[in-house]
């Protein structure tokens, strides 16, 4: 299932999670669908990733389930379908505040 949030005349977001370890992966693949795992997909750093396409509430269940299961993971974002995906900065506002947006 494609997790897209579209707000008004705003281009769409897309949310990435990416994975740093083998089972941080299985995790991830256990609870998304088959169809959100994107290979090999460019990022602004000019690096390719392989990462997962999810919603902001799965975002939010794997960061409050990180201690306990030993997730080791990094978040990215890309604004409109052709937006470079970068990585997602906390500093910016907060993580419920981007939800909202």
């Known amino acids: 299932m494609a997790h897209v949030a579209i707000r008004g005349d705003r281009a769409?977001?897309?949310w990435y999670v990416y994975p740093r370890d083998a089972g941080t992966n299985k995790v991830f693949s256990d609870n998304l669908d088959e169809e959100d795992s994107c290979e090999e997909k460019l990022c602004s750093d000019g690096k390719r990733r392989n990462l997962?396409?999810?919603?902001?509430s799965n975002i939010?269940?794997?960061?409050n389930s990180a201690t306990d299961l030993r997730l080791r993971f990094r978040i990215f974002v890309q604004e409109g379908m052709y937006g470079k995906i970068?990585?997602?900065l906390f500093g910016q506002f907060s993580f419920t505040e981007a939800k909202r947006r």
């Open 12 to 14: 769409p977001t897309f």
């Open 52 to 56: 997962w396409r999810c919603s902001t």
């Open 86 to 88: 970068r990585p997602w």
């Open 60 to 63: 939010a269940e794997f960061e």
